[in-house]
């Protein structure tokens, strides 16, 4: 298992995401989740993910993981837990800040691959809206491995703010895709 980020990474209108065409055009927030019913990790766009924070603004906790075969299953300290599959159109797929304003290589295959986001303290950083001097609201872990394409599904789900994405997903995506 690799992990090329391990730390803090800084969101914007509480959104990070995963790009692999080189040309650092986002997807529309619509399309990204059309089809699905889990809301924190958009996948539906080739190629891209568009990853939901709690936080609106500032630094959160980040971890990715590339691992070779399945994910050891999360633990109970990550409260909101979303599956999708995910393939990059190129081997220079990248989590990307918004606006660009930092990437950071991730190393995966132009494969097929399973992808599990995790989440802590999301309605505690909503709260928070903009961190500045505070401890750290929310953290996140993000889990890539080689599988076929499955549906995405929600594993866990406690929080309000993922509550909504999810609602988001399936009634404001999925009816715009009908």
């Not at 065409?21 to 539906?44: E, I, K, N, R, V």
């Not at 075969?69 to 800040?97: F, I, K, N, T």
């Not at 950083?125 to 401890?135: F, K, N, Y």
């Amino acid at each position: 298992m690799r992990k090329p980020v391990d730390g803090e990474v800084s969101v914007h209108y509480g959104q990070i995401y995963v790009l692999s065409d080189g040309d650092g055009d986002l997807p529309d927030l619509h399309d990204a989740f059309a089809g699905q019913s889990a809301g924190l990790c958009g996948a539906a766009v080739p190629g891209a993910l568009w990853l939901v924070t709690g936080l609106h603004t500032r630094d959160v906790g980040f971890t990715v993981e590339v691992h070779d075969g399945p994910a050891p299953e999360p633990g109970p300290e990550w409260e909101e837990v979303v599956e999708v599959s995910y393939r990059p159109h190129s081997d220079r797929a990248q989590l990307e800040e918004w606006g660009g304003s930092s990437t950071y290589e991730l190393g995966l295959r132009a494969v097929d691959h399973r992808v599990r986001y995790c989440a802590q303290g999301m309605d505690a950083a909503g709260e928070l809206d903009t961190r500045i001097d505070e401890e750290q609201a929310d953290r996140y872990l993000l889990q890539f491995w080689p599988a076929p394409p499955e549906p995405d599904r929600i594993v866990r789900q406690t929080a309000e703010v993922a509550r909504y994405w999810h609602g988001f997903a399936r009634e404001r995506c999925n009816s715009r895709s009908a």
